[in-house]
């Protein structure tokens, strides 16, 4: 199974710019997707193919990457971002990350 | 709009079996791939399998397939998880999702219900 690592937490103040990463166990190529997730609530996609932001989501989020390295970037952050931001992978079957979780100062 | 509404899920008996439904509203059903994705408490995403547009191709994650069956209903527009041996491992909120249309190059939910809980415990 492909694994993708993302780091537990991280805490930023509201304005501010935060990059959230999540690395694969092997190529996926643009195959990454993210998605957020706010407490009680199911999953929101943000981003699919690496980089296209999905219709109705604010331009504040961006994704990059390919192949082993992806990044999710929020620019301004703003307080309704606090959430769980998971990544996803479907170039070799398909596994979610752990979650990385955000928090506002 | 978009709307998928799970239905289902409650206190279940360990090694009992538990049908959950999904329906769908908004767009046109048999047009799209759809999906189960299940979250254990304070816990990540697990991806449980998918079905496609008419039911001739359905896989499952390799540690669910023995357990669970993924169906559709096109003309109702309703998607089915039939869950069979349960166990406490598998208390969780299951969400279905909606997959792909045709045509598309990458695999993802664009969108998701708002889930249902199933508690599996004596």
């Known amino acids: 199974d492909t694994v993708l690592t993302q780091s537990p937490a991280l805490a930023v103040s509201p304005g501010e710019r935060v990059t959230i990463s999540c690395r694969a166990s092997e190529s996926v190529s643009t195959g990454m997707h993210w998605y957020q997730q706010k407490p009680g609530q199911q999953p929101k996609l943000l981003i699919y193919g690496a980089s296209n932001l999905e219709s109705g989501v604010p331009a504040r989020f961006s994704g990059s990457g390919s192949g082993t390295d992806f990044t999710l970037t929020i620019d301004p952050v703003e307080a309704d971002d606090t959430a769980t931001y998971f990544c996803q992978q479907s170039w070799n079957d398909y596994t979610f990350g752990a979650g990385t979780k955000l928090e506002l100062k | 709009e978009v709307k998928l509404v799970e239905s289902g899920g409650g206190l279940v008996q360990p090694g009992r079996s538990l049908k959950l439904s999904c329906a769908a509203s908004?767009?046109?059903?048999?047009?799209?791939?759809m999906g189960w994705v299940r979250q254990a408490p304070g816990k990540g995403l697990e991806w449980i399998g998918e079905?496609?547009?008419?039911?001739?191709?359905?896989n499952y994650t390799p540690s669910l397939k023995d357990k669970f069956t993924i169906s559709r209903d096109n003309a109702q527009n309703t998607l089915y998880l039939q869950m069979s041996k349960l166990g406490s491992e598998d208390t969780a909120i299951y969400y279905c999702?909606?997959?792909?249309?045709?045509?598309?190059?990458?695999?993802?939910?664009?969108?998701w219900g708002p889930g249902t809980m199933v508690t599996v415990s004596s």
């Open positions: 999702a909606r997959g792909p249309g045709y045509n598309s190059y990458y695999w993802y939910f664009d969108f």
């Open positions: 908004g767009f046109s059903f048999n047009d799209y791939w």
């Open positions: 079905i496609n547009q008419d039911s001739s191709t359905i």
